[in-house]
């Protein structure tokens, strides 16, 4: 072991730009395109619906006073948290600029962070199933009294079952549950008004549990949502229904969940999952179900309570059955809960409604159908809604390419497939799957901005092959007099899916670690040294700005090598890592972080550790070598 180096840790000045936002170009002429649907024309017939429009009397700019640019050195108002896809991670934009402001890794290793790189994300990843890739759909930001708290955000893996949380002080995923008897957790959404669960929505049948059994019978598989205790991460609990289930949404005032729900023929072929008029959407009594758990009345299934919500359940023949299922257009897709708890509204994607369901009826009525209020025409393909707080519904057309607006209570008096009430509709490029607006999903939308967030863009970029970018299209909707404004184009990788959108002022993350938030030992400078013990190294070093604790480290050919390394910078954005390639270790070092990683040393030689972000002048020059001895003959 060699004497540690000393450098003084040096710090530097933050700068303000504080430049003027220019103003925005009236209008972004949109090109002819080819889209996969009808509904050309739907402009012009809502010349005469002025009348279905408020005042802009809400503090809102005007669409033609709208600001979207933020120059350099200013701040955007929103955070947007968008999925990733198949890169299983989260996105992070600024709105209304676009930009990306950060990736945040969740299902899969990134080396940028050091994720899955240390033992501790590595340990989380292998510990939630082992698995290689995720794919993130749907990030829900948690909430108390309805509003965002700036504590979690929460993403579902589609592919493999899974739910992630994500800390906020910090930006990086920090639990990760693989979620019992279910095969493919398409829905992730909370209880409200406090996050007093997360759901996980599983969209596979299989027979439960599935262990060999029932293997050619696919009327005794079943599908299971699962709740989530947000502070632990365990599944509390799980209940069965009849049919795949899709996307979810909870209420607002603590007692229903909903989830939307295909395939009630319990089939396995396409034919045969669309041989029926109508499909499903499932209301979860939530204190019902509670109840059911608390009396025994469930069979533990890998580890979980399980109760039966299927439709033949003696839980479903009471007075308050625990899952009323609600008659609904064939194959649903989105459903979500209106600001005021007032609705729930579920897209119809095979039909041109929504079906919009009386969330207090539903609570009376003996027969759930009775609680649909309102059935409006939208146009072909709708699949997912979202709210300005205004009395305004936002669908996505998938195959009209569109996004429409529409008043919800006019939809509700009107005869069931009417059109009237239809505001507004516009193109977006090309086949929108999700949307988000500013806030919408909690009980005071901002009203303000919404994302498109399109499956395909054509020829709206430059081509790069065969495989194109996907399109987030940022929509200006806060002026109900001149409409809708189209206001920018930002190219995703596939595939987005969901997204929320939270004001800026709502979350605070850290500038540095807090080093009582994590459990590995804090190596300040002065402490680094190499403890040796029955074949293992403890290597403990802190890293500054051009060195780092010890210039060398000398451990024998077999030694597992622990390394414990600490960020002493307190200075924010200065990072450090600690790469040895040839050991395929790349951790990363944010100020007053420490992270730890182990290896087996099983080559004799020589491997330089150097830092992997570049930190100062003398950056190439921070680096320490390890040495390896060949082993006692």
């Not at 580890?303 to 003696?314: E, H, L, M, N, Q």
């Not at 609904?328 to 600001?339: D, L, N, R, W, Y």
């Not at 400078?525 to 060398?552: C, I, P, Q, W």
């Amino acid at each position: 072991m060699t004497d540690e180096p000393t450098s003084p840790t040096q710090d530097s000045s933050e700068t303000d730009a504080g430049t003027e936002r220019e103003p925005l170009f009236d209008r972004i002429p949109r090109r002819d395109f080819m889209k996969a649907g009808a509904a050309a024309g739907a402009m012009g017939s809502l010349a005469g619906c002025t009348g279905l429009l408020s005042d802009q009397d809400d503090g809102l700019a005007s669409a033609s006073d709208v600001d979207a640019s933020v120059p350099p050195g200013e701040h955007d108002d929103y955070y947007a948290f968008l999925s990733g896809g198949h890169s299983g991670e989260i996105r992070v934009y600024g709105v209304p600029s676009m930009r990306q402001l950060m990736r945040i890794p969740v299902f899969g290793r990134e080396s940028a962070r050091g994720y899955g790189f240390d033992d501790r994300t590595s340990e989380m990843l292998e510990d939630a199933g082992g698995y290689s890739w995720g794919d993130t759909h749907h990030p829900r930001v948690s909430q108390t009294d309805n509003d965002y708290d700036g504590r979690w955000a929460f993403v579902n893996d589609k592919a493999n079952g899974r739910m992630a949380r994500i800390n906020l002080k910090y930006f990086e995923t920090d639990a990760i549950v693989d979620i019992p008897n279910q095969q493919g957790t398409h829905g992730a959404c909370c209880l409200l008004p406090d996050t007093k669960y997360v759901f996980g929505v599983g969209e596979f049948r299989v027979p439960m549990p599935n262990d060999g059994r029932d293997l050619t019978d696919p009327d005794s598989y079943t599908s299971t949502i699962a709740a989530i205790d947000p502070e632990t991460m365990n599944v509390e609990w799980e209940v069965l229904v009849d049919g795949n289930m899709d996307n979810g949404d909870g209420g607002k005032e603590g007692r229903w969940f909903f989830a939307t729900g295909y395939n009630s023929e319990n089939a396995t072929t396409e034919s045969e999952m669309s041989s029926s008029d109508t499909d499903w959407l499932k209301a979860f009594d939530v204190p019902a179900i509670e109840e059911a758990v608390e009396n025994g009345q469930y069979e533990e299934i890998g580890g979980v309570p399980v109760v039966d919500g299927t439709r033949d359940s003696d839980l479903n023949g009471g007075d308050r059955p625990i899952v009323r299922y609600i008659d609904v257009a064939k194959s649903p897709h989105g459903v979500s809960v209106t600001p005021d708890n007032k609705y729930a509204i579920a897209s119809g994607k095979l039909d041109p409604t929504c079906s919009v369901i009386d969330i207090e009826q539903l609570a009376e009525v003996d027969d759930p159908n009775d609680a649909i209020v309102g059935r409006p025409s939208l146009g072909m393909g709708p699949l997912h809604t979202a709210y300005d707080g205004r009395g305004h519904a936002y669908t996505t057309l998938f195959i009209d390419s569109q996004v429409v607006k529409w008043d919800i209570e006019a939809a509700v008096e009107a005869e069931a497939q009417s059109e009237d009430p239809v505001v507004e509709k516009i193109d977006v490029h090309y086949n929108p799957g999700h949307l988000i607006a500013s806030e919408s999903y909690t009980a005071d939308p901002q009203g303000d901005w919404l994302i498109s967030l399109n499956k395909l863009s054509k020829d709206r970029f430059l081509n790069v092959g065969p495989q194109k970018p996907e399109n987030d299209q940022l929509i200006y909707i806060g002026d109900d007099e001149e409409g809708m404004q189209l206001v920018k184009d930002t190219p995703s990788y596939a595939e987005p899916h969901d997204a929320s959108i939270v004001s800026a002022d709502k979350i605070q993350p850290a500038d540095i670690y807090d080093p009582a938030d994590y459990e590995e030992e804090y190596v300040d400078h002065g402490e680094s040294e190499v403890v040796r013990e029955d074949g293992r190294a403890h290597v403990k070093m802190y890293s500054t700005r051009n060195e780092f604790g010890l210039h060398e480290v000398t451990v024998q050919e077999g030694d597992e090598v622990t390394m414990t390394v600490t960020n002493i910078e307190q200075t924010p954005d200065i990072l450090h890592s600690l790469a040895i390639p040839e050991h395929d270790i790349n951790i990363k070092l944010a100020p007053q972080e420490t992270r730890e990683v182990t290896f087996t040393a099983d080559e004799p030689g020589v491997y330089w550790m150097y830092c992997a972000f570049f930190c100062s002048a003398l950056h190439l020059e921070m680096r320490s070598r390890l040495i390896v001895e060949p082993a006692d003959e």
